[in-house]
């Protein structure tokens, strides 16, 4: 576990410090090759299905990165626009965003951690270098308004708790893009700050292993009672 998480981890970084797309794209492939056995490391039905819907969005988003990346030479307009889509794609954010709650909901708490932002931070810092871009940074706009309204929207009457993180996720990506399209300190101020936000709630909900709101308002009354 703690290989695949050092490894998850050099992804990342060699990602983000990378002076090249494909540097960048290998970076991504160690990041996903890391993750995937965080999510099945039991063979359990709902972590392996988790793990192959992953694996196929990823799959299909790398495939669209590279290719693009090898054409900027002859289609270059069009080669940033595939880049930033298959990042988008990558991040789960709208109109891509289908697949993060699908995934979510078949992850432990650990594993939601990551997802929510270890996971973003390289492909959200690929998006910040394509922000010299005037068209770019619109469809960045668009594409973080969409995701307030999803994440907002989406999150109603939902009673699973990792669905509610998902859309929760979903909706504070929105913030985290429309600050990319500011400043490189804004949306680093702002993940930070979510990410110790995410890290606290899972860990709670880990320590009492609950999924539902029904079982947080059980285990409330259970200490409550415990108490009295």
Do not use: C
Request: charged share 5%; proline share 3%; glycine share 4%.
């Amino acid at each position: 576990y703690f290989f695949f998480l050092m490894t998850l981890i050099s992804g990342s970084i060699i990602s983000i410090s990378s002076t090249s797309w494909f540097g960048a794209w290998i970076g991504l492939e160690l990041n996903l090759m890391s993750f995937i056995p965080l999510i099945a490391f039991k063979m359990n039905p709902l972590f392996s299905e988790a793990a192959l819907k992953y694996f196929l969005i990823q799959a299909l988003g790398s495939v669209l990165f590279i290719s693009s990346s090898f054409l900027l030479m002859s289609f270059y307009s069009f080669s940033l626009l595939s880049i930033f889509l298959a990042l988008l794609l990558k991040l789960g954010g709208a109109p891509f965003h289908f697949w993060f709650p699908q995934v979510m909901e078949g992850l432990k708490w650990p594993q939601i951690f990551l997802l929510s932002t270890i996971q973003k931070l390289a492909p959200l810092t690929l998006i910040s270098y394509l922000m010299n871009n005037e068209i770019l940074i619109k469809i960045t706009i668009f594409s973080a308004i969409l995701s307030a309204l999803i994440g907002s929207l989406g999150g109603l009457n939902l009673t699973m708790l990792r669905k509610i993180i998902a859309f929760s996720s979903i909706n504070h990506l929105s913030w985290m893009l429309m600050a990319i399209s500011i400043s490189d300190s804004s949306w680093l101020f702002y993940f930070f700050i979510y990410s110790l936000i995410v890290l606290s709630i899972t860990s709670v909900f880990h320590k009492l292993q609950t999924f539902s709101l029904s079982m947080l308002i059980q285990s409330d009354q259970n200490s409550t009672l415990h108490a009295t």
